[in-house]
């Protein structure tokens, strides 16, 4: 078993920057991918960022160009730098970890972190 556990959230105004990061812990040699996922309110959850072990990263669109997602690896660590924050990026952040190259759907889940952005 793998846990994740997430911290960094908070409230921050518009154009703002936050970063979250995700510790995981457990039987972490049988992970590949990590990410973030996002729920907001009335939404379904979506993929925002993944970087496989290697430090490949993908961003989904709406993230593109303002979200940098990291890792490091010797600290079993995978971070989110937000930065231009937008009222929309409101959502319960969450991090996700799989044992292949894939976070669609993960095998973990962390707990969840809420970002709050005013306008």
């Known amino acids: 078993q793998v846990q994740l556990v997430e911290s960094g959230g908070g409230l921050v105004e518009a154009g703002g920057s936050l970063r979250l990061s995700c510790a995981a812990s457990g039987s972490i040699f049988s992970i590949n991918a990590m990410g973030w996922y996002r729920q907001a309110p009335g939404k379904q959850r979506e993929l925002g960022a993944v970087i496989t072990s290697g430090g490949i990263a993908n961003y989904a669109d709406p993230v593109k160009g303002r979200f940098t997602i990291s890792r490091d690896n010797a600290k079993n660590t995978v971070y989110l730098q937000m930065n231009s924050l937008k009222p929309e990026d409101t959502a319960v952040y969450y991090c996700?970890?799989?044992?292949?190259?894939?976070?669609?759907?993960?095998?973990?889940w962390g707990q969840g972190t809420q970002v709050t952005v005013s306008s």
């Open positions: 996700a970890a799989s044992i292949g190259i894939l976070l669609h759907p993960p095998d973990y």
